[in-house]
């Protein structure tokens, strides 16, 4: 079995309020991978290689180059997907303007440094080895939504967008609790809140199936989880609520919307034996993988 290794510290107490960029977030994770099975195997399909080398950006982009193979390659069929679909959607989008973390070869050597040469030739691998392939329901491909890290489980679609789409419904993520994102504190003073809302008197009023806050009740305003986490800027909206003296403390769990792919949950999953398919399948429900 790969063992796997997190190295950051959890459970940061940030006091009053701090920005968070959540496409920004690099995770951060040592592998021990037992052999590199990212060659590349598509010798006779016709790559398109400018969307393969935007999907080596966002891959460069989303994840550390020390997530195993199977992992990347997960997210690479993702960062596709949702490349894909908005060019159908409209075929004049431009694919580096989407919210994915693309980033530059330059960009890459910035931040890799003298292990630029290993990582993109990694990343760009795994890219390549899954060319051409999407993620798709229905013969369409879906919306191959990603983050960093679940409370456990992930999020149904229509609790946070409101849409009902069926391969994005709650499943087991149970490999974040090792994710260094797990776990955050973040102070509010009671002044802010009085300031906001007239009062500071906040409880937890709805809570989805999965452990998301659905809505808070301030005073007696009922408010939607994702407003508080967006002007708070907490991680996540799966967060429990103290008073603490003049601070209201939020305690989350995960990092992200939590609606389908969990990265370090693929992470767990790939360090357990399960290849991108198995990944890809268990997030995205009674999808297909198909070429384009």
């Known amino acids: 079995m790969k063992k796997i290794f997190f190295t950051a510290l959890i459970g940061i107490l940030t006091?009053?309020?701090?920005?968070?960029?959540?496409?920004?977030?690099?995770?951060?994770?040592?592998?021990?991978?037992?052999?590199?099975?990212?060659?590349?195997?598509?010798?006779?399909y016709n790559i398109d290689t400018e969307l393969e080398d935007y999907v080596t950006g966002v891959v460069a982009g989303e994840m550390s180059p020390d997530f195993p193979y199977e992992a990347l390659k997960a997210q690479a069929v993702a960062a596709r997907?949702?490349?894909?679909?908005?060019?159908?959607?409209?075929?004049?989008?431009?694919?580096?303007?989407?919210?994915?973390?693309?980033?530059?070869?330059?960009?890459?050597?910035?931040?890799?440094?003298?292990?630029?040469?290993?990582?993109?030739?990694?990343?760009?691998?795994?890219?390549?080895?899954?060319?051409?392939?999407?993620?798709?329901?229905?013969?369409?491909?879906?919306?191959?939504?990603?983050?960093?890290?679940?409370?456990?489980?992930?999020?149904?679609?229509?609790?946070?967008?409101?849409?009902?789409?069926p391969y994005l419904t709650s499943v087991d993520s149970k490999g974040d609790i090792y994710s260094p994102y797990y776990e955050n504190k973040v102070a509010v003073k009671k002044s802010v809140l009085n300031e906001l809302y007239g009062s500071s008197n906040i409880s937890i009023e709805n809570i989805t199936p999965a452990g998301y806050v659905k809505t808070v009740k301030i005073g007696s305003k009922s408010i939607n989880a994702e407003k508080i986490r967006s002007i708070f800027s907490l991680r996540s909206t799966a967060f429990q609520i103290e008073d603490s003296g003049d601070n209201i403390v939020f305690t989350t769990k995960g990092y992200g919307h939590g609606v389908g792919m969990s990265q370090y949950g693929a992470c767990y999953m790939a360090n357990e034996g399960a290849n991108y398919r198995e990944i890809l399948a268990h997030y995205y429900k009674d999808t297909i993988i198909k070429k384009i």
């Open 81 to 165: 997907t949702y490349a894909i679909r908005a060019l159908r959607e409209n075929p004049d989008t431009n694919i580096k303007d989407l919210w994915q973390n693309y980033i530059t070869t330059d960009d890459m050597k910035k931040r890799w440094g003298t292990d630029y040469e290993k990582w993109h030739k990694k990343i760009k691998g795994v890219v390549y080895d899954t060319a051409g392939e999407i993620v798709e329901y229905n013969n369409e491909p879906i919306l191959a939504a990603f983050y960093s890290t679940s409370c456990g489980k992930t999020e149904d679609c229509e609790n946070v967008w409101t849409e009902n789409l």
């Open 15 to 44: 006091c009053g309020n701090v920005t968070i960029n959540e496409k920004m977030v690099m995770p951060v994770c040592n592998i021990v991978e037992l052999k590199n099975d990212a060659e590349l195997k598509n010798d006779n």
